[in-house]
């Protein structure tokens, strides 16, 4: 998409440059249009000028609603039409940061960009609330929309489930197709999505919700959930250490790794080392506790029944399960099956 066809650090000083100094002067620091690009607060502002900070708010309404009135504005109005065709186009609906990646061409940019949003009859803001992030629109019926189709999408989410992001954004299609809205490219719907704060995708570019740890990636565990999850079978914890380096390029020591999934619940040791997920149907315990759970689960079972279910639980030799099925709380039955003693019931 190609980008704005003015420079948004010389029409703002332009839109400024009628206005009494005072004016200006709390315009350029509210918004952070100095060579620093330092944006202040109501109350710092007060204090240099030893007014209050609601008097210094009102100054800036009044400033603002000046530049709208001035002919310095009348001679921008084509500039920020421009800046309307491509907010349009990226969705009409956009999350601010995402309206500042994809416009502002530097650093020095991006604080101009806010302003001349701000100051622009044809941009609405609607400010950041514990679901959503700061955003635009320019159709305030599409915005509710969106939102709507946004907060439909993360109440269907499961806390543990990740989504390729193909079949991700089709879930979204489909919650917007619901509301009326169809037929949008894929990049736009990603655009869309950072503007929620309850979903959002892992390093590995799977969505999910963001109270999610397989999503909102804190510490050494999760990244090791992601690694053995796409493994897709059992690892070792230095394979682990390993994965985690190579996937997500961050250097972890296989000891440190270790010592991670042995305190998480996540993760089922299942052999010497070896570490499988949970989720996949792997039951924590020794093998004698995996034993009495099978039997628990599926009745009495024989010796070769026993073997070939702990194996698939456990990576352990054959005698290993004999040994745990002698004596303690199993009991051979007459017709050669293994169930669990009465007392142990």
Known sequence: MPGLSFSPKSTSKDLLAGLPDRSRRVLTDRFGLSTKGDKRTLDAIGQEYGITRERVRQIENHALAAVRESAAYREAIEK????????HALGGVIAED?????????????????????????FDERRET???????????????????????LHDALDMNTLTP????????????KALGIKGKADDMLVRWLAISKRVGKNPLGEWG??????????????????????NGSPMHFTEVAKGIEKLFKRKTHPATTHNELIKDKRFVLVGRGLYALK???????????????IIERE?????????????????????TIAVN????????????????EKSHK
């Not at 919700?209 to 796409?230: E, Q």
């Open 325 to 340: 099925l002698q004596g303690g709380i199993f009991k051979r039955l007459p017709d050669g099956r293994y169930t669990v």
């Open 279 to 293: 989720e996949w149907g792997y039951q924590p315990g020794v093998v004698r506790d995996v034993i009495r759970s």
């Open 98 to 122: 995402s309206i500042l990646d994809e416009l502002a061409e530097s650093a020095a940019d991006r604080n101009h960009l806010v302003f001349l949003l701000t100051l622009g009859h044809h």
């Open 80 to 87: 920020l039409e421009d800046l309307k065709r491509q907010v």
């Open 130 to 152: 514990n679901d959503f992030r700061t955003r635009w629109h320019i159709d305030e019926q599409a915005a509710d929309q969106i939102e709507k189709a946004l907060t439909a």
């Open 209 to 230: 919700r963001m109270d999610s740890p397989h999503v909102r990636i804190k510490n050494t565990r999760d990244f090791a959930y992601l690694t053995i999850k796409r």
């Open 165 to 176: 992001e193909e079949e991700f954004l089709q879930m979204f299609h489909k919650n917007l």
């Open 299 to 319: 009745g009495p079972l024989t010796r070769e029944e026993i073997l070939d279910r702990v194996k698939r639980e456990r990576y352990v030799k054959d005698a």
